[in-house]
């Protein structure tokens, strides 16, 4: 059974840094592309970006690019996502997905496994 979960999130002023985790469990996941969406009150589910488990690679959205990096460690098979720069805009639930067989998906349909959130609040 594939289990993700996240944490890391929290409360922070606008300008710091936050670092989520995501710890996956239950399967290999070599051939597969975490990704990372957020979605905040009232809106659609955002992809934020994504990292190819087995060659490490990243993309982004736009907004967060130069900001935001993910990263993984095949040891303890986790994801991350270190958040700089923070803006009150970046304030959201963020999730962590699996998704085999994909590139860099940008919707949610994509991805097979989600994690159940974490919440992350920058203040101004």
């Known amino acids: 059974q594939v289990q993700l979960v996240e944490s890391g999130g929290g409360l922070v002023q606008a300008g710091g840094s936050l670092r989520l985790s995501c710890a996956a469990s239950g399967r290999t996941f070599s051939r597969y592309t975490m990704g990372w969406f957020r979605q905040a009150p009232g809106k659609e589910r955002e992809f934020v970006g994504a990292i190819r488990w087995s060659a490490g690679t990243t993309y982004y959205v736009d907004s967060v690019k130069g900001r935001f990096t993910i990263s993984r460690d095949n040891a303890k098979k986790a994801v991350y996502l270190q958040m700089n720069s923070l803006k009150p805009e970046d304030t959201a639930v963020y999730y962590c997905?699996?998704?085999?067989?994909?590139?860099?998906?940008?919707?949610?349909?994509?991805?097979?496994?989600w994690g159940q959130g974490t919440q992350v609040t920058v203040s101004s």
């Open positions: 997905a699996a998704g085999s067989g994909i590139e860099f998906a940008v919707v949610p349909i994509a991805y097979d496994y």
